[in-house]
């Protein structure tokens, strides 16, 4: 299963207003070497485009594990606002 | 002065938060709990098993009436290889019979139904709510600031239960950044099958008896991580736990990791034909005792996952945590009695700690962390030389059993080297002293 199918299977309440997740400078990601951060989240959250040199964050699909803010300094995390983010049925 | 809203407030409705809060609210102390999610459990993901011990210490009997999937009565470990299993365990009627040794559970109904004990005892126990810092006076904690409108709340001490994700013992200086090698990736999905489907794979009589299965093995690649199988009551929970420096060092996906996994020759029968639920990723603190932030400060004490204790060797975690939650509760109200809510008068939660099975555990395994960080090769090359020998004396091919022997000697000792052997045996040992 494709990670985009099993995000189906996950609860959110989706802040529309603002995101929790950030960077706190975009030029970082231009020179950073492998970009983890595009292949060791769990939910996919983070893409590079290579042409528009930009990573784009869908942040909606966190699952608020923290495991990006962990390999790039430069990811802004915080925790959603209250009874925000991602809600599991089983855990 | 303002006053307090509350004797105390606990950040995190966790397995630490709600067992010190329970401990505090029997007492009549006036404590909160501030939990982020929309209920307590709603955002909290473990491998799944669950050991009595420490919970029933505190609510005698609850797992006559708490959420529970099955009591484990057989736990084994699979060394894999990427065609072959080599399996140890123990099943046991000892393990069979009241009150049990440990279950699988599901955490966002586990924790529920603690918290629900929690708020009988009357803890107050605040959803949706935040805690972006902490109030200082003169360098004291003092309350804790929400992300609600006028969301200060005052008290005598705060305990951080916020799990691995913690901020606030960081924002007092009690421990630096969070490193890749302390911390593991968890992914895990819930697999639905008829209970009586999984009964008969797994070898079990009834839908209340359960199986375990952690995986380790040269299929990892020397890559420090470790698989699961746990049965549920109608579903399996699978998994993968890989230490973060790894996932990055090899370009890992953990997505991709689990599903291999899942198709390994020896996992896939027992997941066919199930439908998966629920996906879910947690972080688990996997450092050790020397990963450990220092535990109190002036008005403030941290427990559980925010305090690293978790012992990744025996999957123990949530019932370090209730007994961290426990004694930081007993600590509290100890200094209340001296009116004393300093450095000094908390230190005793860390002598409490000391003198528990929780550090004594984790001291235990203290240099384990780094020897597998040094010696990645451990936990692939003997399990490999392990199956790769079993599978010599099984398999006949009218080569007599002698000369098989000498065959296997020969390749530990080309392989391997026989002083390696003797210098890891030596260093094994020396590190679990």
């Avoid at chain 2, 950040?11 to 404590?31: D, F, Q, R, T």
């Avoid at chain 2, 009589?205 to 199988?229: K, W």
């Avoid at chain 2, 736990?241 to 689990?258: F, H, T, W």
Wanted: hydrophobic share 35%; charged share 25%; glycine share 8%.
């Amino acid at each position: 299963m494709r990670i985009e199918d099993k995000l189906y299977l996950i609860g959110y309440n989706i802040d529309e207003e603002e995101s929790h997740l950030g960077i706190s400078d975009p030029n970082e990601c231009k020179r950073c070497q492998g970009r983890p951060c595009t292949y060791v989240c769990p939910a996919g959250v983070y893409s590079y485009d290579d042409e528009e040199e930009k990573l784009s964050i869908n942040y909606d699909a966190c699952v608020e594990c923290g495991t990006c803010r962990i390999v790039c300094s430069y990811i802004t995390w915080r925790y959603p606002r209250g009874g925000f983010g991602v809600q599991y049925k089983f855990g | 002065m303002r006053k307090n809203d509350f004797d105390v407030i606990i950040v995190g409705a966790g397995p630490a938060g709600l067992a010190a809060g329970y401990v505090l609210a029997k007492e009549g102390i006036n404590v909160a709990i501030i939990e982020r999610g929309i209920f307590p459990g709603s955002k909290n993901v473990m491998g799944g098993i669950f050991y009595r011990s420490s919970l029933d210490d505190l609510i005698p009997d609850f797992y006559k009436e708490a959420p529970l999937e099955r009591h484990i009565i057989e736990q084994k470990v699979w060394f894999l290889s990427d065609d072959s299993m080599f399996s140890a365990g123990l099943k046991s009627e000892r393990y069979n019979v009241e009150p049990y040794n440990c279950f699988s559970v599901f955490r966002a109904k586990f924790d529920k139904w603690f918290a629900k004990k929690v708020s009988d005892a009357s803890a107050m126990i605040i959803n949706e709510t935040v805690v972006r810092e902490l109030i200082l006076k003169r360098g004291k904690v003092v309350g804790v600031r929400t992300d609600r409108p006028n969301g200060d709340l005052y008290c005598d001490v705060v305990i951080s239960a916020e799990g691995v994700n913690s901020f606030l013992p960081k924002s007092l200086g009690l421990r630096k950044k969070i490193n890749a090698n302390n911390v593991a990736l968890g992914v895990k999905e819930v697999i639905e099958l008829p209970d009586k489907v999984i009964n008969d794979r797994f070898g079990v009589s009834n839908s209340s008896e359960g199986v375990t299965i952690e995986i380790t093995g040269p299929y990892f690649n020397e890559m420090r991580a470790m698989g699961f199988v746990y049965t549920n009551r109608n579903s399996l929970s699978v998994g993968i736990g890989a230490v973060i420096e790894d996932l990055v060092r090899l370009k890992m996906n953990p997505n991709d990791l689990l599903e291999t996994l899942k198709s390994h020759p020896a996992i896939k029968p027992l997941v066919s034909g199930g439908e998966t639920k629920e996906y879910m990723a947690h972080m688990i603190p996997e450092g050790g005792y020397y990963s450990m932030p220092k535990l109190y400060h002036d008005g403030f004490m941290v427990v559980g996952d925010a305090a690293m204790l978790v012992n990744s060797i025996h999957r123990e975690g949530a019932n370090l945590a209730i007994e961290s939650g426990k004694l930081a509760a007993k600590t509290y109200i100890e200094a209340r009695k001296k009116g004393d809510f300093s450095q000094r008068a908390l230190s005793a939660y860390q002598k409490r700690l000391e003198e528990s099975f929780v550090l004594k555990d984790l001291k235990t395994y203290k240099n384990l962390p780094k020897l597998l960080e040094e010696k990645k090769y451990l936990i692939s090359k003997y399990p490999k030389f392990l199956i790769d020998a079993m599978y010599e004396i099984y398999n006949v091919d009218r080569v007599p059993k002698s000369e098989k022997i000498k065959l296997i000697l020969n390749k530990a000792k080309k392989e391997i080297g026989y002083f390696s052997i003797i210098k890891d045996i030596f260093s094994v040992w020396r590190n679990l002293r």
